[in-house]
Structure formats: structure tokens, C-alpha cells
């Protein structure tokens, strides 16, 4: 990772090659089971031919991320019909802090894209999805994983072993939308805090001492 990194200019830079290079790692598949639950097993598995999920692409360039110094956490997306949708109503994708910024950027290493407005600025995942609704998007980005960006979760703590980790998590959600309580008519999926309000995921993140 650190040869990857070598040469680059400012964090948006290093999170742009740790991206690209996660993308290439694998190809993405719809379904994949018995999986490694951490960013060396996908890895050390996607280098013997096993391909992942969106899920996968998001634990691994986060890890990756973090592992350069680069603080960075796991976002799962759902759909505003999540509760009743059967299939496709979730996304999975990472957002870094870019501390020479003082800002967070939507990193979404399945389709190699990142947060970036048009004059250059990181844009975290509520802005990049507020600009793709809005009059002239600056991007491309598939229709099916847009639709996905109505309610976005979080971990509070990204440290592994995962059983290592302190418990909690939160769901942001848009103002007037309730909190959904199962995910495409299944499983349930509730975090421990529900809120109306960026600020409250958008704070610089808490670094271990």
C-alpha cells in the first residue's frame, strides 16, 4: 500500500490510488458466500480468484485506508422502500477523511469513483448523492445504486478484530422519512440512534489514542 501511495500529492490523491486499486482486485458478483469478514482475508482470497460483493469493496478499501493513516469507515446505503423492496435495495461503499481538508469523501471502490465536485472539492456521501439529483451532475453513476442513497449506516468503530469493537451504530436518514426496521422484507436492521442530522455523522472522526 505504501508503494501505492508513494509520490502522491494530498489525501484526495492517496484516496484516489488506494480506490483504483482495490477495483482491480476482483470483479464484483451479486451473491457471495462464506466470505472473509476482514479486509487481509478478501485479500488473500480475491488473489486465489474468489470474486465479492459490494460489501467486500467497502470493508476492503476502508481497511485499506486506514492501514495508510488515512481514517476511514464502512457506509451501507438503503433504498426508501427498503422494508418491502426484494432484492437490490442496499449498497455498500466507504467514506474517508481527508484531514488536510478537514472533510469526509464518498469512496466507492466497486465502481472506482470518489466524491469530487466539478472545481475539484471532496464531496462526503450525502453531497455526492444530493448532486446527482440536482440540475447538471458532474459524474456518472449508476441509476440502481443512486436509488439506494436514502438512509446511510454507520459503525462507530472500525477496528479488527471485529469482536474487538465497541457497539454502536447509526442510521441518518432525511428529514420526515421514519426509521425502516427491516431490510427487503427479512432480515432486520436496526442501529442503536436514528437521526435527522449530518452533523451528527459528519464530525471529524475520533482518533484512538
Known sequence: LDAIIAGCRGDMERVKMICAWVH?????????NSQPHDPMGLLDAAAKGDNFRCVEYGITVAGCLNAVGIPAR??????ADVETRPFGAGHVFAEAWLADRKKWMFVDAQMN????SGSGEPLNALEFRNALVGP?????????LAMCMHYFDYSNDERYPIDTRAKG??????VGATEPKVFQRIWSNQSERYTHDPAVVYAPPAMPE
Do not use: C, K, N
Open 24 to 32: 482491480t482486485r476482483w470483479s464484483h458478483v451479486g451473491d457471495a
Open 74 to 79: 464502512v457506509v451501507g446505503a438503503r433504498s
Open 113 to 116: 469513483i470518489v466524491g469530487e
Open 136 to 144: 447538471q451532475p458532474t459524474f456518472l453513476y449508476p441509476d440502481g
Open 169 to 174: 451504530s447509526v442510521t441518518l436518514g432525511p
